[in-house]
């Protein structure tokens, strides 16, 4: 099929943007998958590399799809809406946005408190500590790698219970603790070392969000401090109030 169609006066590389968000809409390109190369692309609407380009870069202009130095171009998948409050659930927020919530253990270990984790938990420096490293995802989306500590004395063989329930709320549970909030979270951004771009199947240099938070029990007292790690394209935070 030639797009040179002087009659209908559209630009080529027009033509190629609306063939290819059409693609989208009707399903035959899914929200993450890889488009075609180039070349490819310029073969199927018998154009040249030069217009393709400029089609993609329209389309990443409109937010439809992403460029990956290196890798290729990807349909872009909705973000996730991500409410922060004072009670904040991951499996809540994924269910309610109709996916399925999977928490995965990464690795348990023990660790000791440095000084700011001390603070944060309300223990003294050097205190037994948990560190649990976990992938959060929605549906098979990998959202966040997350990075928690907890008092090995009020918390002990957490990580064998989070291998089990592979859920915080549902480990917090295991040890009497119904319910919890939020007193503190820090947002910053970052780019995606290594290891959390290949857990989260993200392109080196891609950007992350990195959330400090601290959790607490009823009581007041400090349960988990963590810090997880967000692909920037996949989430968008929602600040409420409570």
Same mark, same amino acid.
């Given at each position: ?53 400029? @089609? ?7 937010? #439809? ?14 973000? #996730? ?52 490293? %976990?992938?959060? #995802? ?34 917090? @549970? ?14 910053? @951004?970052?780019? %995606?070392?290594?290891?959390? %771009? ?5 392109? #080196? ?38």
């Amino acid at each position: 099929m030639s797009m040179q169609d002087a009659a209908t006066g559209v630009a080529l590389w027009r033509q190629v943007a609306d063939g290819i968000e059409r693609g989208i809409a009707e399903g035959r390109f899914a929200a993450g998958e890889k488009l075609p190369g180039e070349m490819e692309i310029a073969e199927t609407y018998r154009v040249n590399r030069h217009t393709v380009r400029r @089609a993609l870069a329209t389309l990443a202009e409109r937010g #439809l799809v992403r460029a990956e130095r290196g890798s290729g171009t990807y349909v872009e998948t909705q973000r #996730l809406a991500y409410p922060l409050r004072s009670r904040t659930r991951f499996s809540e927020i994924v269910g309610a946005g109709g996916h399925e919530p999977r928490g995965q253990l990464i690795e348990a270990s023990d660790d000791v408190a440095t000084r700011e984790l001390a603070r944060e938990l309300g223990l003294k420096t050097g205190a037994p500590l948990v560190r649990i490293e %976990a992938l959060r #995802l929605a549906d098979r989306t990998p959202i966040c790698v997350s990075t928690s500590w907890l008092s090995a004395e009020r918390f002990p063989d957490a990580g064998q219970v989070f291998a089990s329930v592979r859920s915080m709320t549902k480990l917090v @549970a295991h040890y009497g603790i119904r319910d919890y909030r939020r007193s503190s979270t820090r947002i910053t @951004a970052a780019i %995606a070392d290594a290891s959390d %771009a290949a857990r989260l199947d993200l392109a #080196l240099g891609r950007p992350v969000l990195v959330v400090d938070s601290t959790d607490v029990d009823p009581d007041g007292k400090p349960i988990v401090t963590k810090r997880s790690r967000f692909a920037a394209e996949r989430v968008e935070f929602i600040v409420e109030s409570d």
